[in-house]
């Protein structure tokens, strides 16, 4: 059998997983960008080391000593921010395959439990057609429990109607017999 619980987990699972798969990626992307910025203070140093005191270049450098600074922060900021995308998405996936079970696969059961036990009782002649199924939502499972209830009340209808006419057919047959005694 397949379970549609397990297909839920399935498919939330692969959108973890893919969110998961974004922030590392962007982390990764964040590394990059580090290491060009390692490279460009590098390069920097380097400049300053071979223009030594030349005018101007002190305003420059405190210039781009700003801005990459500013770009460190930046990324420094944004691994936390991924950091914590990461470990908010797992949770929020966990808590989505818990809610999904308890929202979907349980009363999914339910009905299919309630169905089997009435269609054993109908197949070992001792089925009660009066059981209904118990659930009280407005979504496509109430709509299943409601369906599968109706199909219970024509049931039982169709099988009064054939006690009807099988007590109709004997009482027939006996008036028949009494009058070819008599």
Avoid: W
């Amino acid at each position: 059998k397949s379970s549609i619980g397990r297909k839920m987990v399935l498919i939330l699972g692969i959108l973890g997983f893919i969110t998961l798969m974004m922030c590392v990626l962007n982390l990764m992307a964040y590394d990059v960008l580090d290491g060009y910025n390692q490279s460009l203070v590098e390069c920097i140093e380097e400049y300053e080391k071979l223009t030594g005191a030349v005018a101007g270049t002190d305003e420059i450098v405190a210039e781009m000593d700003y801005v990459l600074q500013k770009i460190e922060t930046k990324i420094s900021g944004t691994y936390i921010f991924d950091i914590i995308l990461v470990v908010l998405s797992m949770v929020v996936t966990v808590i989505a395959i818990f809610v999904s079970g308890s929202m979907i696969v349980s009363p999914i059961k339910k009905v299919s439990g309630e169905l089997e036990e009435i269609v054993d009782g109908i197949q070992h002649d001792n089925g009660d057609l009066t059981v209904r199924v118990k659930i009280k939502s407005n979504d496509e499972i109430g709509l299943l429990g409601d369906k599968i209830n109706h199909m219970l009340d024509e049931l039982t209808r169709l099988n009064l109607s054939r006690e009807q006419e099988m007590k109709a057919n004997q009482l027939a047959e006996l008036r028949l017999m009494q009058q070819q005694i008599n």
